[in-house]
């Protein structure tokens, strides 16, 4: 089947239709594009469990925080077309800010799903206040639209697939979500759209990121427990011109932050080198 792009809501539902009554399942990766190998391995894993496999392209306004990098995000939509080509893509859903959002003058207007305070004041959510709402506005936007059976999310934002793990429990959206690993350049790097704003040193510099949390594994695979002595480990780790936002442990199950590891563990990083913030993490299996 070749690659269609669609850019209105409703020609999409058509397709979905269609699918539906061919009985095909339908498996969605939603993107912001510029598209990487870290996206390319989610349409991948999309591509491989289900009859269809569609990604929405669209930078989601609502998500950006004042200040941050909205209207420099890259948009790369022919790039992205090719990339997803050769991913096994039949469908990209690539609509207007207008068609998502019509005659939307001030987000206070709009209806937003917004998540629990308690699991937003943490990690990415501190920083980024109505950050979430924004996301789980968009992705719940587009279940209804895309209504798949299966939806794909990267594990680089463990704190987002969290929290669309628990709204599509909590409000009962008929769709599996499928948790796809983290992929990293081969410095270590995790794998990101805002990595392409990094010179050449500054990715050395951001290379400490991952090189921290590894560290951190190998302190808890020898034994170490204690999340303070952890966090310290990381510390030395990181050059001194990465400005660290947080460094956080977290129940894997319930996303508390623990001072003893005796669970499954989320080690998550945010940081930023020179203008770009970067976020990473790894899982401390017990």
Do not use: W
Request: charge should be neutral; glycine fraction near 4%; aromatic fraction near 8%.
């Amino acid at each position: 089947m070749s690659l269609t792009v669609v850019n209105e809501i409703s020609k999409v539902r058509e397709l979905v239709k269609q699918y539906k009554k061919e009985g095909k399942t339908i498996a969605l990766v939603p993107t912001m594009g510029c598209l990487h190998d870290g996206h390319k391995s989610l349409m991948e894993k999309a591509h491989s469990i289900a009859d269809i496999t569609i990604i929405s392209v669209f930078v989601n306004p609502i998500q950006f925080c004042p200040g941050e990098d909205y209207d420099k995000y890259p948009r790369t939509l022919d790039a992205d077309k090719i990339v997803a080509q050769h991913a096994g893509v039949d469908v990209i859903f690539a609509p207007s800010v207008n068609e998502m959002y019509p005659n939307l003058q001030k987000f206070s207007d709009l209806t937003m799903v917004v998540p629990p305070y308690e699991l937003t004041d943490i990690m990415c959510g501190k920083s980024r206040l109505g950050h979430f709402d924004g996301v789980e506005t968009v992705v719940s936007k587009l279940f209804n639209i895309v209504q798949p059976d299966y939806a794909c999310f990267g594990m680089k934002d463990i704190q987002q697939l969290f929290l669309i793990k628990k709204m599509v429990r909590d409000l009962n959206f008929p769709v599996e979500i499928v948790p796809c690993p983290l992929v990293r350049e081969a410095s270590g790097l995790a794998l990101s759209s805002r990595n392409k704003y990094l010179s050449d040193s500054q990715k050395t510099i951001a290379l400490t990121i991952s090189k921290s949390l590894f560290a951190i594994r190998d302190m808890f695979k020898a034994g170490i427990k204690d999340t303070k002595k952890l966090f310290d480990t990381g510390l030395t780790n990181l050059d001194k011109n990465v400005e660290l936002e947080y460094l956080e442990f977290v129940d894997k199950d319930s996303f508390k932050q623990v001072a003893e590891i005796k669970s499954t563990t989320i080690c998550a990083m945010a940081a930023r080198v020179g203008n770009v913030r970067l976020i990473d993490n790894v899982v401390l299996e017990v």
